[in-house]
T-cell receptor, first 111, second 111 residues
Framework: EDQVTQSPEALRLQEGESSSLNCSYT??????LFWYRQDPGKGPEFLFT???AGEEKEKERLKATLTKKESFLHITAPKPEDSATYLC????????????FGTGTRLTVIP | ETGVTQSPTHLIKTRGQQVTLRCSSQ?????VSWYQQALGQGPQFIFQ???????GRGNFPPRFSGLQFPNYSSELNVNALELDDSALYLC??????????FGDGTRLSIL
């Protein structure tokens, strides 16, 4: 059974304190791994797609990496506006091109 | 470029009623997916439409049904509403194989 697990569930950081969020996955075949950001009362906002182990993507203070079993979202020198829930999702090689989501990491960055 | 728009933003219904939620996909996108997001959880896949045909379905009963129109907009219909149907319903559009872009959802409350 396809499974996505995110940790930690919640994370509080001081402004400027770098950290990483984890997404571990067990799937029959990986087509792609996706990171989204979700603000309260809003839909998920697309951040990155990773397709193969060793791939890395960067956007401002965020960097996503992928191995054969997990992905990390590294946040460098976070600011209060980075506070949000970060969702990881996988797309598998069988069936429809739907996303299978983890439960997310709720990040709070304190000024 | 217009993003994904959903209507209505909020809706209150009672048990046993029926509801229709609407989604306009992002310009140029031919695939629409619907997700249900309970509080504190990741979105769960309901179904996907590609060129007006259902392209895959998650673990939801037949009282959840949908349509996609020639302009790629879509509807989600839910019959015989139950209390557990209270959730945020998200629509996402994409080009086949590309990342999914979400609207801000419809918050459905069942009394």
């Amino acid at each position: 059974e396809d499974q996505v697990t995110q940790s930690p569930e919640a994370l509080r950081l001081q402004e400027g304190e770098s950290s990483s969020l984890n997404c571990s996955y067990t799937v029959s075949g990986l087509r792609g791994l996706f990171w989204y950001r979700q603000d309260p009362g809003k839909g998920p906002e697309f951040l990155f797609t990773l397709y193969s182990a060793g791939e890395e993507k960067e956007k401002e203070r965020l960097k996503a990496t992928l191995t054969k079993k997990e992905s990390f979202l590294h946040i460098t020198a976070p600011k209060p506006e980075d506070s949000a829930t970060y969702l990881c999702a996988v797309q598998v090689t069988t069936g429809a091109n739907n996303l299978f989501f983890g439960t997310g990491t709720r990040l709070t960055v304190i000024p | 470029e217009t993003g994904v728009t959903q209507s209505p933003t909020h809706l209150i219904k009672t048990r046993g009623q029926q509801v229709t939620l609407r989604c306009s996909s992002q310009s140029g996108h031919n695939t629409v997916s619907w997700y249900q997001q309970a509080l504190g959880q990741g979105p769960q896949f309901i179904f996907q439409y590609y060129r007006e045909e259902e392209n895959g379905r998650g673990n939801f009963p037949p009282r959840f049904s949908g349509l996609q129109f020639p302009n790629y907009s879509s509807e989600l219909n839910v019959n015989a509403l139950e209390l557990d149907d209270s959730a945020l319903y998200l629509c996402a559009s994409s080009l086949a194989g590309g990342p999914q872009h979400f609207g801000d959802g419809t918050r459905l409350s069942i009394l």
